[in-house]
């Protein structure tokens, strides 16, 4: 049975934060506030914040900064996941991935439906991984933040959960750039 095995010790990951919006600032930003408030009650740092208008370059850059820097370890974006003209949240993440996590959106897609019946159809949620970095975009709700943490990332953040988890694998994530070098 999936949990946390309470023998191991817990590690915390570095996470930014970005949310991805024409409107939003960070006094009226309760997307990104959640996401903030989860990941500092599970015990990791937030290492970054900010907000990113719906600018397919500018969240390049964005993620591109982030990935590049070493106090930082998973990037978890919110908004500009839907499908209209101005949501481009996914291709941006898209362009960086070195390898897409497909289960991570469709994971969040399946949960959401329990939810939100088929308007989760309209999410066009995403996970990936970039230069050690992990990366995710959910769609821009406060609901959809609570559910992609508390339902998916949460458990995949630590260490301890059993039987597998993805911050175990943070060690590994660059394998193939050591194997170049050698």
Avoid at 8 to 32: C, M
Avoid at 56 to 82: F, M, N, P, Q
Avoid at 127 to 156: E, H, K, M, N
Wanted: glycine share 10%; aromatic share 6%.
């Amino acid at each position: 049975m999936p949990g946390i095995d309470e023998t191991r010790e817990f590690v915390p990951v570095r996470i930014a934060v970005l949310t991805v919006s024409d409107s939003r600032t960070e006094a009226d930003d309760k997307s990104g506030q959640t996401l903030v408030d989860r990941a500092t009650a599970a015990g990791h740092i937030v290492a970054a914040r900010a907000i990113e208008k719906d600018d397919r370059a500018a969240i390049e850059a964005r993620l591109k900064t982030w990935i590049a820097d070493s106090g930082i370890d998973v990037v978890i974006a919110t908004g500009g996941t839907g499908v209209t003209g101005r949501d481009v949240t996914p291709e941006a993440f898209r362009a960086v991935y070195e390898k897409e996590i497909e289960g991570f959106g469709e994971l969040f897609r399946q949960l959401s439906y329990a939810k939100i019946g088929t308007s989760t159809l309209q999410s066009r949620a995403t996970g990936g991984v970039a230069g050690g970095t992990y990366l995710f975009a959910l769609p821009g709700s406060p609901g959809a933040c609570r559910d992609g943490w508390d339902d998916i990332l949460r458990w995949q953040l630590d260490v301890r959960f059993r039987p597998c988890n993805l911050a175990e694998l943070m060690p590994r994530l660059e394998e193939h750039r050591r194997g170049k070098a050698l």
